[in-house]
């Protein structure tokens, strides 16, 4: 009996575990865009630290800078809205992004004042984004630390344009 029951544990186990770092966040930073207008194509997504090199895993206590390549044919954008949704993966035996509340802190910001680099020119561009998390940690002190997370960062201009992009990235929160 104590046998059948071992091996009846062992295989819930299986079933119900989840891998620890899905879609190989445990040593790559993954993105895409997840919406987004004609005319601007996204080339490339990547943490860096102040020297332009690979900042990874990502620490969601501190500030984030984000090298974006991006060409825009369509128009200058001269007013943004940024929102920015955050989520975490596989807690409560589920194996899936779970979106964390925020409570609407990270929602409906002025992107040129907070993190992008106003107006958005038309042409190729380089640009690093300031994700400022660090002013967040009442919210980010109960992230799991050493976890994969999922981030979507989206513009929006007055006319209804937007642009949404979102990574995924194994993240430190201590």
Same mark, same amino acid.
């Given at each position: 009996?104590?046998?059948?029951? @071992?091996?009846? =544990?062992?295989?819930? @186990?299986? *079933? ?24 601007? *194509? =996204?080339?490339? =997504?990547? $943490?860096?630290? @102040?020297?332009?090199?690979? !900042?990874?895993? /990502? ?15 369509? #128009?200058?954008?001269?007013? &943004?809205?940024? !929102?920015?949704? /955050? ?10 992004? &779970?979106?964390?509340? *925020?409570?609407?802190? &990270? ?9 992008? $680099? ?6 190729? #561009?380089?640009?690093? =984004? ?9 919210? *980010? ?10 981030? #979507?960062?989206? &513009?929006? @201009? ?17």
């Amino acid at each position: 009996m104590t046998l059948r029951f @071992a091996i009846f =544990v062992s295989l819930l @186990a299986l *079933t119900l575990g989840c891998e620890r770092f899905p879609n190989g966040t445990e040593t790559n930073f993954n993105w895409w865009v997840c919406g987004g207008f004609k005319g601007l *194509t =996204v080339k490339s =997504v990547k $943490p860096v630290k @102040a020297d332009g090199s690979l !900042d990874y895993p /990502i620490n969601l206590t501190k500030d984030l800078n984000i090298a974006v390549e991006f060409v825009n044919t369509k #128009q200058v954008y001269p007013k &943004l809205k940024l !929102d920015v949704t /955050i989520w975490n993966f596989g807690d409560y035996g589920r194996c899936q992004w &779970l979106e964390i509340p *925020t409570f609407g802190l &990270l929602n409906s910001k002025d992107a040129c004042e907070r993190s992008f $680099p106003c107006p958005l020119k038309t042409g190729e #561009q380089k640009v690093v =984004v300031k994700l400022h998390l660090s002013q967040y940690k009442f919210i *980010t002190q109960f992230f799991t630390n050493n976890a994969p997370y999922q981030l #979507q960062y989206k &513009l929006s @201009a007055p006319n209804g344009d937007s642009i949404c992009i979102r990574a995924q990235a194994r993240a430190f929160t201590h």
